[in-house]
């Protein structure tokens, strides 16, 4: 399999809920990413990981944890979210961060 | 500081027209500029990138952007609309400063293509 794979596609929780997406790139890369679109705004950067190492956080809220065991692998665990939070959640890789970006298909998250 | 500005949330062109979409940024130092597509239900994908050199730079699917410096500007054309390029279209502003960067997404101009 290559490029950017996420799962699930689609997932619905509650608000209760404690869920986690995964991402994993085939493609050999050092850096990825987790970003948040919302309808009629613009994508939003949500946590950078380079080499392993989260480099950037933009202030997102605390109930979103992310995790990346290696350079392949990036989680973001989900709990006690807002109906706010629904959203496309979309990962993405580089081979270094100044790089362009592949995105994967994004996870559709609905909070209840 | 940096932004980026998509003018228009919505275009519509008939098929076989020029497609015009329109990006300017604010950036202190020169930027990477990026145009990415997203189909529905899919993620983004690259259409082209403009890091350094030629100013006119050529992507995939017939796409092209040119930077324009003066008018802090990189708009994304292509000739003759087809169909298959309805979707969303995203510019991006990747800028780097020592070891500071920041990536910034416009807010995207979904392109409907009329038969």
């Known amino acids: 399999e290559t490029g950017v794979t996420q799962t699930p596609r689609h997932l619905v929780m509650g608000m209760t809920n404690k869920k986690s997406l995964k991402c994993e790139q085939h493609l050999g890369h050092n850096a990825m990413y987790w970003y948040k679109q919302s309808a009629k705004k613009p994508l939003e950067l949500m946590f950078v990981y380079s080499l392993e190492e989260r480099v950037e956080n933009n202030s997102v809220p605390s109930r979103f944890s992310p995790e990346c065991p290696n350079s392949s692998h990036l989680f973001l665990h989900l709990h006690t979210l807002q109906p706010e939070d629904s959203a496309l959640y979309l990962c993405?890789?580089?081979?270094?961060?100044?790089?362009?970006?592949?995105f994967g298909p994004g996870t559709r998250l609905t909070v209840l | 500081a940096q932004s980026v500005t998509q003018l228009g949330s919505h275009v519509s062109v008939s098929e076989g027209a020029l497609v015009l979409l329109r990006c300017n940024y604010s950036?202190?130092?020169?930027?990477?500029l990026f145009w990415y597509v997203q189909y529905p239900n899919q993620g983004l994908q690259l259409l082209l990138k403009?890091?350094?050199?030629?100013?006119l730079v050529k992507g995939i699917n017939g796409f092209e952007a040119e930077f324009k410096k003066s008018e802090t500007s990189f708009h994304l054309t292509k000739p003759s609309a087809h169909m298959s390029d309805a979707a969303e279209y995203f510019c991006a502003v990747f800028l780097h400063e020592g070891d500071d960067y920041k990536l910034s997404f416009g807010a995207g101009t979904t392109v409907t293509v009329r038969a």
């Open positions: 993405a890789s580089s081979q270094d961060v100044f790089n362009e970006q592949f």
């Open positions: 403009y890091t350094t050199g030629a100013t």
């Open positions: 950036s202190s130092v020169p930027p990477y």
